[in-house]
């Protein structure tokens, strides 16, 4: 099994595919499915701001499409912040659908600096967990 700091790597290298021209802030996701493969997405920005998609669920949205619906681990980067950035809330909404709640997010900035959490405690309270089928 690989490990999260590999895995901030792959979301690392994510980054650099960022299409990002609007607000130059170019982030990076890796997630690690149940089976070991490793799904990598980028933020995909759009001239109508609002349809931007976050790193976070283009990878997500990468992994579901290849057959994968248990995602055990989550790494994000965003090299151009200095400190580490979060999911934002509706990307917390939607991994946890994927996601059992006690699977490790490690994100990261530009500098050496992590921050290592559960989904879980990025959106506690999931009361609509239960309806998820798998
Ligand atoms: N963004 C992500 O892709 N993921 C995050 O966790 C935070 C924000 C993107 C959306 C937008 O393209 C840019 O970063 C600035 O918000």
């Given at each position: ?13 994510a ?14 996701a890796?997630l690690?499915g ?5 799904y990598t997405g980028c933020n995909v ?8 998609i976050c790193a976070e669920r283009s990878a997500l949205v990468q992994g579901v499409s290849k057959g994968t619906r248990?995602f ?18 509706a990307c917390?909404?939607v991994l946890?659908e994927f ?36």
């Amino acid at each position: 099994m690989m490990n999260i700091e590999a895995l901030f790597q792959e979301a690392r290298k994510a980054a650099s595919f960022a299409y990002a021209p609007y607000s130059k802030f170019r982030v990076g996701a890796a997630l690690l499915g149940e089976d070991g493969t490793v799904y990598t997405g980028c933020n995909v920005e759009n001239r109508s701001f609002g349809l931007t998609i976050c790193a976070e669920r283009s990878a997500l949205v990468q992994g579901v499409s290849k057959g994968t619906r248990r995602f055990t681990a989550l790494a994000i980067a965003a090299p151009d912040s200095q400190e580490p950035v979060g999911p934002c809330g509706a990307c917390r909404q939607v991994l946890s659908e994927f996601m059992p709640p006690d699977a490790p997010v490690i994100f990261g900035g530009a500098g050496t600096r992590r921050i290592t959490v559960t989904i879980g405690e990025l959106i506690p309270f999931d009361s609509l967990h239960d309806l998820a089928e798998g």
